[in-house]
């Protein structure tokens, strides 16, 4: 249980050397070794690493759970989707816009966490668990309805909520494009997502992540988690606190979306749908609550997986559920962990008997 | 049953002075916390009702009580846990009507709990740093991208921290868990938290609970200590007699919620109507 300074300072940059090198071999592999299906996978499972560290500063650090993810991966994505596409006469260069993309994009997904936060974060117990897996339902079925275009006039949007509405609504002159089309979603979007950009958005994810549990925001945020009352008599701002970690986590959730809008032509909204904020929320689970590195290893292998058993098909499934089985009971159980775990266990020893010289 | 209401009538009987002893350091100054007929009801039951007393600025204060007489009650009430439903209470002249507990803090009372709350899953050092969190400030974003002012604010909340860490000896013990901590441990760093806010007035929850007598004697001690060296008042409930009568210059004796009797040590010791909560009434008296 010793825990020392320099040894946690140490576990900060693991995270960091581990992503690098993933990267750096990634990166030779890409050049003919991987084939296209594996080169498809790459940037999905950099958003889904985003994604499930949002949720981890979420669930694992606040304390707070929360089932609608991947309803602020949807605002990021389609709010990244019109951003990117009414900006591509004004910016060629892709890489600024996508830059500029992902951050109108998580600042809209911040937003709507603010909005949810106002009146659940007040409360103790589990409403943001209920009124986040609602708000995912509620985006999905918004972004169903709304039709989007753009011209050299602006943006043209419409909410097409009886159903009968349709592009020629949006009256736009002969050059406009549409950029969202109802139930269809974002068709024809150009796919300006790379994997170096994922890369770079896991490294800067990591480090505001890292640097805020390490911050005084972040202590207070942990220890609002540990102990409420405590905290409040402690003379911390509870509501305050609790919002700052959420918006933050919502901005980062939304962020990956981003990245996710723009690696694919066409989009849905249903593809944020309860099933994708429970596979985050899986991810976050077996990474271990709180655990960067774990959520990151988690994550890659848990992703990965079904897309590489798919040569299987009709097994694929089953396999994927025996290993997400194995992994709950290797991770829960003390005898596998010390077998893994054992030349960990050593360095840690050693570097607690050079701490306690002090 | 019949027994019991006749105490709580008898009791009620004893004449006690409405005004609270101040210890002669503190009589020309502004008393820093004062309870005008403080009381709360939890549906028909009066957890504390019609509770008076005044805290001298560097008073040591005891509140001492039989099993569910209301003490930790009192202490929910001053910290705004619980809002009371009639009185009020002045913490340096300040009307606290209205206001929550973290507000409470910040005006200047902290606390510590009988079953300890710490924060567990971090380190003792973060956890004296939470109690530094409303003095030492730097904001997120200074934080996050880790400018100058998070960096020259981190080692002053590092210095601090040790310095209180050292109150006692536990500045070796910086880098471990809390929740790992021995019992003892983890009520001494419950103090240095609450210390760490930097209060007009200290509340402790049984401190020397789970302690053994040498470890007590070492508590006591501290305390006085403490008041010495950061000049605040505190007040504490105790079962620990040795503790309580060894330290305390006021003592306050609840029954049933209410006040039954208030002195010095010694004339608490003598009090017939606490002789008389303690160990019942003798026949035929």
């Known amino acids: ?358 | 049953m019949a027994y019991q209401s006749d105490k709580i009538k008898k009791s009620h009987m004893v004449p006690f002075p409405t005004q609270s002893i101040i210890p002669e350091q503190d009589v020309d100054k502004h008393p820093v916390l004062e309870c005008h007929r403080l009381g709360i009801q939890f549906g028909g039951l009066k957890a504390v009702d019609d509770f008076n007393i005044i805290i001298g600025k560097t008073e040591i204060a005891g509140l001492i009580g039989p099993n569910g007489a209301g003490k930790t009650t009192v202490f929910n009430l001053l910290t705004k846990v619980y809002q009371p439903t009639s009185g009020n209470i002045l913490l340096n002249g300040k009307d606290t009507a209205g206001m929550n507990t973290t507000q409470i803090n910040k005006l200047g009372i902290a606390r510590t709990f009988q079953n300890i709350r710490l924060f567990n899953n971090l380190t003792v050092e973060d956890n004296v740093k939470i109690g530094l969190h409303n003095t030492m400030k730097y904001n997120t974003f200074e934080g996050v991208f880790r400018l100058p002012n998070y960096w020259k604010k981190e080692k002053e909340m590092h210095e601090k921290a040790m310095e209180l860490l050292s109150i006692f000896n536990m500045k070796n013990l910086a880098g471990w868990q809390a929740g790992a901590l021995p019992y003892g441990a983890q009520r001494r760093l419950e103090i240095i938290r609450a210390l760490a806010t930097n209060p007009s007035l200290l509340l402790l929850d049984e401190p020397a609970a789970g302690m053994n007598p040498n470890e007590t004697i070492e508590l006591m001690e501290t305390i006085s200590r403490i008041r010495d060296e950061f000049k605040i008042a505190i007040l504490l409930i105790e079962h620990d007699m040795q503790l309580v009568m060894g330290i305390c210059e006021g003592i306050c004796v609840l029954n049933f919620g209410k006040v039954i009797a208030k002195g010095t040590a010694e004339e608490i010791q003598n009090n017939p109507a606490v002789i008389e909560a303690y160990l019942g009434k003798q026949k035929g008296e």
């Open chain 1, 1 to 358: 249980m010793l825990t020392n300074k320099n040894s946690l300072r140490r576990k900060g940059t693991i995270p960091y050397i581990v992503v690098i090198a993933a990267f750096i071999v990634l990166s030779v592999l890409s050049n003919g070794v991987l084939g296209r299906a594996q080169m498809a996978l790459l940037v999905p499972t950099c958003c889904y690493i985003v994604a499930a560290l949002a949720l981890n500063l979420c669930v694992g650090v606040l304390g707070e759970l929360s089932l609608g993810h991947a309803g602020f991966m949807s605002v990021g994505a389609f709010v990244g989707v019109i951003t990117s596409e009414s900006l591509s006469a004004s910016i060629p260069n892709t890489g600024v816009r996508l830059f500029v993309a992902v951050i109108i994009g998580a600042l809209f997904a911040a937003l709507a966490g603010f909005l949810i936060g106002i009146p659940v974060l007040r409360l103790r117990g589990d409403y943001l668990a209920i009124v986040t897996l609602a708000f995912g339902e509620i985006i999905k079925d918004i972004i169903t309805c709304l039709i989007v275009g753009v011209d050299e006039n602006g943006l043209h949007i419409v909410f097409n909520v009886t159903g009968t509405m349709g592009v020629e609504d949006l009256h736009m002159t002969e050059s406009g494009k549409t950029i969202i089309q109802g139930a269809q979603g974002a068709v024809g979007t150009e796919t300006i997502s790379t994997f170096v950009a994922g890369f770079i958005m896991i490294i800067v994810v990591l480090f505001i992540i890292q640097n805020f549990i390490n911050s005084r925001t972040g202590r207070a945020v942990m220890a609002i988690r540990d102990d409420r009352i405590a905290a409040e008599a402690t003379g911390l701002n509870i509501t305050k606190y609790k919002m700052i970690a959420f918006v933050l986590s919502a901005g980062i959730a939304g962020a990956a979306g981003v990245l996710y809008g723009l690696n694919y032509s066409s989009i849905v909204a249903s593809k944020f749908n309860f099933n994708t904020s429970i596979l985050i929320l899986v991810f976050v689970v077996l990474g271990g609550l709180g655990n960067i590195l774990g959520t990151i290893i988690a994550t890659t292998i848990l992703y990965v997986l079904p897309e590489m058993l798919r040569a299987f098909s009709d097994y694929r499934m089953l396999v994927y559920a025996i290993v997400l089985i194995v992994v709950m009971i290797a991770t829960n159980n003390k005898k596998i962990r010390q077998f893994i775990g054992g030349l960990l266990i050593r360095r840690k020893i050693k570097t607690n008997a050079e701490g306690g010289d002090e």
